[in-house]
């Protein structure tokens, strides 16, 4: 196992220019991510001077077996924190040989949103906290739990210490230093696994593989009294973050009143039960961001940005 270890360990910057770029897309169920590995000549770090790559469509669930071809379009380099060195992660979205978007490519149609030059002008930030449930590999049960049964009522779980409270901290401790190397803008952690990042996707690839767990993006993977996931999405604008922005963000609130995840209370300062909650800081200052509570943890991060610029800068429903 040694010289195992050692050669997945190996530095090929020592011996070759050459690279591993490990290509990165989302599959048929939109939740999936797939991925597969090309040796490249030399580094590269413009994501345009990537060749395009092609995958079986019909494996993915994207494409009829009788034409099955589909074409990744690289779109992001992030640094490789597995093979490290000059190794790079690649992520993509896919399309037809045509240059059609496949209908699972959200990345497309928000791409096209977020360049419309009032949303330029906006310059939204997001920072989504996406929750999951890490599960026993041969149970599917949560970690941490006794098989088959359950572990003490919540409510000292929450950022919580200790070996009785805490399971699988080694994995969210190198999720959290593994985006960080990437080059992800991961700004924190909490107990629980909640992250807040800006580029959602890259980071949700392989650490649970390692560790030999399954990772679950089910808003209730257990039914009963326990908290499910989300993946509350804190958002502002250029308008909000400017003194007196707490005015423009009301009228954004309202923009978006179209519905709640789990409450009848459309918006709240500090009210984790309302859909959209302002901070107390915001609330304060007169200026800041907003949070959108109601997506769900298995969200698709393109989907639900672009549609809260569509609708609160854009003005669309």
């Not at 030399?42 to 995958?55: E, G």
Request: charged share 25%; glycine share 10%; hydrophobic share 30%.
């Amino acid at each position: 196992m040694s010289l195992l270890s050692d050669l997945i360990n190996l530095d090929l910057s020592d011996s070759t220019e050459k690279i591993i770029a490990e290509y990165v897309w989302i599959g048929g169920s939109g939740m999936d991510l797939r991925s597969k590995a090309r040796t490249l000549s030399k580094p590269v770090s413009d994501p345009s001077k990537l060749p395009k790559w092609n995958y079986d469509g019909s494996s993915t669930g994207q494409a009829p077996g009788e034409d099955s071809e589909v074409i990744l379009y690289p779109q992001a380099i992030f640094r490789d924190p597995f093979r490290r060195g000059n190794n790079i992660l690649v992520m993509c979205d896919a399309y037809t040989p045509a240059g059609e978007p496949i209908p699972t490519n959200k990345r497309h149609s928000a791409a096209k949103i977020f360049s419309h030059p009032d949303v330029v002008a906006e310059v939204p930030w997001y920072g989504i906290e996406q929750e999951y449930t890490l599960l026993q590999k041969e149970v599917k049960w949560p970690l941490g739990w006794p098989t088959g049964g359950y572990p003490g009522p919540q409510g000292p779980y929450y950022c919580g210490i200790g070996a009785d409270k805490a399971f699988g901290r080694d994995i969210v401790d190198a999720h959290y230093k593994a985006c960080l190397y990437a080059g992800i803008n991961i700004s924190g952690i909490n107990g629980s696994g909640n992250f807040k990042l800006d580029r959602l996707l890259a980071s949700q690839l392989r650490i649970t593989e390692i560790a030999g767990v399954v990772v679950s993006f089910d808003p209730k993977p257990i039914q009963g009294d326990w908290n499910g996931a989300g993946a509350h999405t804190n958002y502002s604008t250029k308008s909000m973050r400017e003194d007196g922005g707490f005015k423009s963000s009301r009228r954004q609130f309202k923009s978006l009143d179209s519905g709640t995840r789990n409450t009848l209370l459309p918006m709240g300062v500090a009210n984790r039960g309302a859909s959209i909650r302002v901070g107390r800081d915001t609330e304060k200052e007169g200026k800041g961001y907003f949070e959108d509570r109601r997506p769900a943890s298995n969200m698709d991060p393109y989907v639900v940005t672009s549609m809260i610029a569509e609708t609160t800068i854009l003005g669309k429903h």
